[in-house]
C-alpha cells in the first residue's frame, strides 16, 4: 500500500468553463497523459448522485431530493421526473441515491434504486427495483432494507454493484453511530450482496452463524460512497470516507473486517485525537490505499475505454473536498502513482462513470448540479 499525503496537481492550461459549453468552445485542460475538455451536458440538476447508461443511448439520473430523471439521446433533460418511485426520505445526506441497471437489463428492463426509506425507530438504506416502461417505473418492489433503522442524517452509503454472476453488492455507512459497523446483528457499516431479486446466497460468509445478518459480506466499513468492478479480476473495489483523515479504498472480500472504528488512520474531529486502537489489528484488514488529509471520495469507476489510452486501467474517484477527480495508476492492488485534477474548477463531484462511449462521465452535487464528460483535446 502506498500512502500519499500530498496531492500531485495537474498543470491546468485553462480552468475557465463557459455555461453549457460545447465541445469546440470548451478549453483544454493539460493532464499528465492526455489533453482534455470538460463538457457540460447538463446542468441545474438538484444534487444528482447516481448515473446509469440505458442501451437505447438515454442516461438515468437520480436527484437526492427524490426524483429519477431522465436525459435523452440528444442530451437534453426531460423535463418531468421518472414516476413511481418507492416512497422516499430526503434526510440530511440520506435521499435517493444510487440507480443501477440488472446485468439482462435489455430482456427485463430491470433498474435498482438505493434510497433513503423510513420504517420503525426512524430511516436507513434501502434498495427497491422496478420495470422501466418508456420514461415510468412499474411493479416497483422492495428488495432489502437496512435495519434496525434509526434517527439522524448521516452516513447511509450507498452504492449499487452487479458482479459477474449476477449478484447484487449494497454498500453501507454507519449512520453516524461507529460501534455498529463490528455488530454482526446490524447491517450498518458493511457491504450487502445479495440475489437479484433480494434472497440472500447461500454462500454469504455469515449463513447460519447464531446472531449474525445473514445479508452482510463484509463489516468494519464507515461510509462507502464508492464501488467498481475490478475490470480484469472481476473483485469489487469500494472506497469509504474517513473521519478527520484516513479515506480507504478497499477490495472487497467474503467475510472480511476492515476495522472501523477500531482501526482507522484518521482521528477525531476537531479535537485531533486518536480513535479506537491505532491503525493495525490482527484479524482486521488494512486498506489498500487512505488518504491523509481526507479528500472526501465519492463515485468510483475504472477507466476502461479507448478515448483516453494512456488512462486505461487507471482508477478515477470523485473528491467532494476540493472539487477534484484523482487519478491512480494501479500495478495490482497497489496504487503506483496519483494525479489530481480539475481542482476547484467543476464543482462538488459526486459520481463517476465510464461511459459505453469511451468517454468519462462526472456528476457534480450542487444545488445547481451538473453532467459533464470529459473529452479528448488537443494540447
Keep these: 500500500m502506498k500512502f500519499f499525503a500530498a496531492a500531485h496537481a495537474a498543470t491546468l492550461v485553462s480552468t475557465a468553463l463557459a455555461l453549457g459549453a460545447s465541445p469546440a468552445s470548451a478549453q483544454a485542460i493539460t493532464s499528465e497523459e492526455h489533453a482534455f475538455r470538460v463538457v457540460r451536458l447538463v446542468e441545474r440538476l438538484e444534487h444528482p448522485w447516481g448515473l446509469a447508461f440505458l442501451p437505447d443511448g438515454r442516461m438515468l ?70 420495470k422501466l416502461a418508456g420514461s415510468r417505473l412499474e411493479n416497483v418492489q422492495v428488495i432489502f432494507r437496512q435495519l434496525p433503522k434509526s434517527g439522524g442524517g448521516r452516513h447511509f452509503g450507498s452504492r449499487l454493484v452487479f458482479d459477474r454472476e449476477g449478484y447484487l453488492y449494497i454498500t453501507l455507512g454507519e449512520r453516524g453511530d461507529p460501534d455498529r459497523a463490528q455488530r454482526p446483528d446490524d447491517h450498518a457499516g458493511s457491504v450487502i450482496r445479495l440475489h437479484d431479486d433480494g434472497r440472500v446466497p447461500k454462500d454469504n460468509p455469515f449463513v447460519g452463524r447464531a446472531g449474525w445478518k445473514p445479508e452482510k459480506y463484509t463489516l ?79 463515485g468510483m469507476a475504472f477507466y476502461t475505454g479507448d478515448k483516453f489510452p494512456l488512462w486505461r486501467g487507471d482508477l478515477f474517484v470523485g473528491a467532494l473536498r476540493d472539487q477534484m477527480l484523482v487519478r491512480l495508476k494501479l500495478d495490482g492492488e497497489k496504487v503506483v502513482k496519483e494525479e489530481r485534477m480539475l481542482k476547484n474548477t467543476l464543482g462538488r463531484i459526486r459520481d463517476v462513470r465510464n461511459g459505453p462511449d469511451g468517454f468519462l462521465y462526472l456528476l457534480t452535487d450542487e444545488s445547481s448540479g451538473v453532467l459533464a464528460r470529459l473529452e479528448p483535446a488537443t494540447p
Design 61 to 130: 439520473v437520480t436527484e437526492r431530493p427524490g426524483r429519477l430523471r431522465i436525459i435523452g439521446k440528444d442530451g437534453k433533460l426531460y423535463p418531468q421526473p421518472v414516476p413511481g418511485l418507492p416512497q422516499i426520505a430526503a434526510v440530511g445526506q440520506g435521499g435517493l441515491l444510487d440507480v443501477a441497471l440488472h446485468p439482462r437489463y435489455a430482456e427485463n428492463n430491470l433498474v435498482y434504486l438505493s434510497y433513503v426509506g423510513r420504517g420503525e425507530g426512524g430511516v436507513g438504506t434501502e434498495v427497491a427495483r422496478g
Design 220 to 298: 468494519g466499513n464507515r461510509n462507502m460512497q464508492g464501488a467498481a468492478l475490478h475490470p480484469r479480476t472481476g473483485l469489487l473495489w469500494t472506497h469509504e470516507h474517513g473521519p478527520q483523515g484516513g479515506d480507504e479504498i478497499n477490495v472487497i472480500r467474503a467475510g472480511t473486517n476492515y476495522g472501523w472504528p477500531v482501526i482507522t488512520y484518521g482521528v477525531q474531529y476537531v479535537v485531533g485525537t486518536r480513535i479506537g486502537e491505532g491503525t493495525h489489528k490482527p484479524g482486521m484488514a488494512q486498506p489498500l490505499h487512505y488518504w491523509v488529509p481526507s479528500i472526501a471520495p465519492s
